[in-house]
């Protein structure tokens, strides 16, 4: 090969190494001066967009305080009739629902032993009764006689102690009588109260026992709530504080006050029970479940609503708005109220005024550009 063959194809295979360099090292300039500028477009935030309802004000709330309150109804007035002797039923016709008034009879237990009980006392009774008219003749007699001399007082000392001992008798078979008879008339047994009756614990000619339970009547013009409360929760509640609840199955709304607390904690669960009395409702039934508010007065303090306070974080905070950033900042929630109908949270650590992001936002990370629109006061 020629000499100048040789150098010609060197310097053509230089040439193309040194375009296929160039070319490479362009395209990586190329390409770090596009990571360059996406790494730049990153850092150019676009700013959040809130609408009215996405911004709450910290503002001073007159906040309603309540403690959550619940248990089952209970009647004020209700009884059981029960056996007063022990025998067969006659007469029991009512049933559960029905309505029965105070002093009516409301079965009756067979009185056939009783009436003969009541004549064999009576009977009893008459004959120590002719044995004191006996023992009073022989005292009379006997006085004369000592009055004429006839025979020595102790005599008379011992018709006057016969004449004690018969009368004693009779005293006693006199009782006896009236035991009979108070049995005769326990066997008509009435109802105590006026009310409906709840539960029928027997059936007519069943044979009962002395204080058998037949019969439960509850009275359901007085019903009241018994609310168990924890110890510290008690100290709060006072005669007379109101309340709104809701029964079980029913959206109505019922009001209620505060009628009595025991003064006795319930051995065990140390729990303290609250009595609320209730207003008559046509609705309502003995052993429903119950459920509601109870007032406890209102405070006046910094607040927001309970959702715009987050959690997910060890300590509560809320996403402030400063400067058009969203900032968190750590809150104390010191209580919990009611105003124009919706849960506030009484905080410190925010001063007042301070916009935050309600709770619909969920969580917006610090440092995120928004555009705020104007605020909603405590919405």
Request: without cysteine.
């Amino acid at each position: 090969m020629k000499p100048w063959i040789k150098w010609t194809a060197g310097a053509l295979a230089l040439a193309l190494v040194a375009t296929v360099s160039v070319r490479a090292l362009s395209a990586r300039k190329t390409q770090q001066q596009a990571l360059a500028s996406q790494q730049a477009a990153s850092k150019v935030q676009v700013a959040i967009e809130l609408g009215p309802q996405d911004v709450v004000l910290v503002q001073n709330l007159d906040l309603a305080q309540g403690l959550a309150i619940s248990g089952p109804l209970k009647a004020v007035n209700s009884a059981f009739v029960k056996a007063r002797v022990a025998g067969e039923l006659q007469g029991l016709t009512v049933r559960e629902g029905d309505v029965v008034k105070a002093g009516q009879v409301i079965v009756r237990v067979d009185s056939t032993e009783s009436q003969a009980r009541v004549r064999q006392a009576q009977q009893q009774a008459e004959a120590a009764r002719a044995q004191v008219d006996i023992a009073k003749r022989s005292f009379e007699n006997n006085r004369s006689l000592v009055e004429q001399g006839f025979i020595s007082t102790t005599a008379l000392e011992s018709s006057a102690a016969n004449l004690a001992a018969a009368e004693a008798s009779y005293r006693a078979a006199q009782a006896g009588a009236d035991v009979a008879s108070k049995s005769l008339e326990d066997t008509v047994l009435r109802a105590p109260i006026s009310g409906q009756v709840a539960q029928r614990l027997a059936q007519p000619g069943e044979r009962v026992a002395v204080d058998a339970r037949i019969i439960e009547i509850v009275d359901l013009s007085r019903l009241e709530l018994e609310a168990s409360l924890s110890a510290t929760d008690s100290l709060q509640v006072r005669v007379g504080q109101t309340a709104q609840l809701t029964v079980e199955g029913s959206a109505t709304t019922i009001a209620a006050k505060v009628s009595r607390v025991n003064p006795s904690a319930v051995a065990g669960s140390r729990a303290v029970l609250a009595y609320l009395a209730l207003e008559p409702h046509a609705s309502l039934r003995q052993g429903l479940f119950a459920q509601g508010q109870l007032n406890l007065g209102s405070t006046r303090a910094l607040g927001l609503p309970l959702s715009a306070v987050r959690t997910d974080k060890p300590q509560p905070y809320v996403q402030t708005v400063q400067a058009g950033v969203v900032q968190h900042q750590t809150v104390d929630v010191v209580a919990r109220g009611e105003a124009e109908g919706k849960t506030f949270a009484a905080i410190q650590g925010v001063p007042e005024g301070t916009q935050v992001l309600s709770g619909t936002l969920g969580p917006v990370r610090a440092g995120t550009a928004v555009k705020a629109a104007a605020a909603k006061g405590g919405n």
